[in-house]
Each structure stands twice: as C-alpha cells, then as structure tokens.
C-alpha cells in the first residue's frame, strides 16, 4: 500500500494536516493508536485557530458542537489581592473576539470525522512498530488492534503522534527544557457555580508562590481544573494525584469558593516532565507538527493552537513538495524556522510566568502606547508578525526586567491569607 503521506496521529495536528491534503488531492493514510472519542487535556481554544477552521471547512460544525464561546482569560494572584481580565476584543488589531473551551474527546473526534470525510483514510487502534526514513522512501510497519503486521510506504511522512513523538524518539532528537520539569495533576468536577455571561467563559489561571491553577468552564455548570507544581515539589508530597488535587484546592481559599458544591466526575490524572522539543523537526522526508515537535507548557493555551497551526503549515510544504520534489528542502526548512519563530514567542512568555515579577506586572495592567492590548493579542494567538506588534511586546519585557530590580508595580506574595 502506497500513500503520497503517511501521518502518525489523529489528534488536532494529525487531523487538520489529513484534511488539507486530502482535499488537494492526496492519497493520505492517518495512523492512530487509540479509539476515538478518547479523554484529553487541553480544552482551552484560541481565537487565532478561528480563521483556520474556516479554511478547512469545519467551524460551523464546531459551532454547532455547542461548546462554550470563550471571550478571554482571567489571571488572579493566589493571595487574592489582585486580578485582571484579557478579552480578546480589546486585544491589539484584534480580528477575532471569540475562540472556544472544547471537551477534548468530542472536539478531536469532529477534527478526525472531518479528514474521513475529505477523503483521508483513517486506521483507529493502530500503532506503528518501525520506521524506516531513507531518503529515497519511507516505509512503516504498523499492527492493528488484532495484532495483524502490515508494512505500508509514504511520499512523506508527518509525525503527530503527540508527546509519544514516534520520530523523535526513534532519532533521539527529544530534549528537554531544563527550567521548564513541571507535573500537572487534573480533572473534571460537574454542579460548580459558574458566573453567567461572558466572565463565566473564561479561562482563568490562579498563580500561587510555587504552583499555578487552571479552571476551565466546559458547559455551565462543569469544569476542567488542574494544578501544576515542580516535578520535585510532586515527588515530595509522596501522595497519589488524588491526594495532591484535594490538597492544593484545600490550601486555596479562593479555588475551595470556586468549587463550593461541585463534585469530581472523572478520575484525577497525572502528567509530569511534558515540556520538551526537538533539536529538528524536518528531515529528507518527514515533517514533526503538534506535540510532536514540542510542547511547551499548559499555561496560555497554547497547545492545541500550535498543533492547528503545524498541522496546517506541515500540509502546506508537502503538498508543494509533491508538486516540486526538489523544492522539498528549502520548504521543510522554512516550515521549521516558522514553527521554531512562533514556538518561540511562547516559551518566553511561559518562562516568564513562572516569574514572579512578570506576575506583578501583568496583575497591574496600565494603559500606555496599546502595550496590554498587545500582552492581549500574543495571548489569543497573535503570532507578532508586525513590528508594531513587536516593539511593544519588547516594551513589556523591559517592564517585567526592571520589576525585578524596582517596584513598580505592587509587590504581591502569592500566599493565601490564614
């Protein structure tokens, strides 16, 4: 069996990437481990991922899933002394208003369904057992739930097997980020006290001196909460994941009066040492795209926007890698620098929120020369193409360094009040 494209993975990268080339004509085979709808993290969209969504032909069926329209983020001090809102309309040129908070299992099973639909062939409980990438061809071996071996060959192959990273580690090309070995424990807890109206759709992110928690409202009355800690700081509490979920909401008054009365409906998972990349993401014939070229970090949403916007743009230079065999190169390389580019942006943005003074600084928002709006437009996945976009961004670090030496903003401690 021959394809011009063999993707490893169905998630959001796999998904959006079989969609595009099948639809420009390609034969396109999609290799998933799992069976769909399957639970995962990362429900938070960002508005950036609307325009994509109508250039693959699936926004009206996401509408019409009736997840909950986000309007923006919300930041608040573990202290309880300061907070502040983002909504995406206020952000610098904003195009988009409005993204989604999505139940992962359905929204990736809408993504798969629609590269079905466009003509990809999709293999669900199926897992690739070897790899073979010389430059001439690829080939795969992969065993279907039945355990049945089969060998198929690809044009070129896309690795979007999220954080398993099937080429990645077959070439060892997986590093991690030294300052970024985080652990995240989460789950779902239905009956909460969501505000109505917009404020009652966005994400919010509660900084604590050496943690951080996320609450997202997936309907209105359920949420996805989770926790992130130092990998040491997990080992440490020599606790299951239950344990430390219940503790860290009980050390937090103001997540205890966000969960008063919600009860927990799925089991608490786990995830730790998630934050790694790739030292490259192309080669002769494959292509990395989503959590497979890297992943940063949960903080900001980013997740399942680089995973559109990889998947998007790994479509792109294979489909004119078909067309031009010998562009394949300079194509592949471009697609790295710009997904590096962007990759980029966000680690900066993640390093700095695990700082306390960028914490300071963004929970005392002042208005000069649109700096906020443009905090604002990075944070709905604007990807600072524009040197107005950029200078003041740069402003903002500059901000956030001299908050270090001299407090501008107010000094905060993070620490809940006894």
């Avoid at 699936?58 to 202290?79: P, R, T, W």
């Avoid at 949960?298 to 065999?325: C, H, M, Q, T, Y």
Wanted: with cysteine; net charge positive.
């Amino acid at each position: 069996m021959h394809y011009d494209v063999a993707i490893i993975g169905g998630g959001p990268a796999g998904s959006t990437a079989a969609a595009m080339l099948a639809k420009a004509g390609r034969s396109v085979v999609v290799i998933e481990r799992e069976k769909f709808p399957r639970f995962h993290i990362g429900e938070s969209l960002l508005p950036f991922s609307m325009d994509a969504f109508e250039r693959l032909g699936i926004l009206k069926k996401i509408q019409d899933a009736g997840f909950v329209v986000k309007h923006g983020a919300e930041i608040c001090s573990g202290c309880g002394e300061k907070e502040t809102r983002f909504y995406f309309k206020d952000g610098f040129r904003s195009r988009r208003a409005t993204a989604f908070q999505v139940t992962r299992s359905e929204f990736d099973k809408i993504l798969l369904d629609h590269a079905r639909e466009c003509g990809a062939l999709v293999r669900e409980e199926t897992i690739v057992t070897s790899l073979d990438l010389s430059a001439g061809s690829t080939s795969l071996s992969i065993a279907s739930a039945d355990g049945s071996p089969e060998t198929i060959t690809a044009g070129y192959v896309i690795d979007c097997s999220g954080r398993n990273s099937v080429i990645g580690s077959h070439l060892g090309l997986k590093e991690s980020y030294p300052s970024l070995q985080k652990f995240a424990v989460y789950a779902h807890f239905e009956d909460a006290q969501i505000p109505e109206g917009v404020d009652g759709t966005l994400t919010r992110m509660v900084r604590g001196e050496d943690h951080w928690f996320w609450i997202i409202p997936l309907s209105s009355t359920k949420l996805s909460i989770g926790v992130v800690m130092d990998t040491e700081k997990y080992k440490s509490l020599r606790s299951t994941p239950e344990q430390v979920l219940e503790r860290f909401i009980r050390d937090q008054p103001l997540m205890q009066s966000r969960l008063l009365g919600s009860r927990r409906v799925t089991k608490v998972y786990a995830s730790g040492d998630y934050s790694y990349r790739n030292r490259t993401l192309h080669g002769d014939r494959w292509l990395m795209a989503g959590d497979a070229a890297g992943f940063i970090d949960p903080v900001f949403s980013s997740g399942v926007f680089l995973a559109i916007l990889g998947g998007e743009k790994a479509a792109e230079a294979i489909d004119a890698a078909l067309r031009s065999p010998r562009e394949a190169r300079r194509l592949f390389a471009r697609y790295e620098r710009h997904l590096v580019k962007v990759m980029g942006l966000y680690l900066k943005f993640v390093l700095a929120w695990y700082r306390k003074e960028f914490v300071e600084t963004v929970l005392a928002p002042r208005e000069f020369f649109e700096v906020v709006p443009a905090v604002n437009a990075v944070l709905a996945g604007n990807m600072g193409k524009s040197f107005s976009l950029r200078w003041r961004l740069w402003l903002f670090q500059l901000i956030v360094r001299l908050q270090r030496i001299v407090p501008i903003c107010p000094r905060l401690t993070l620490v809940p009040r006894s």
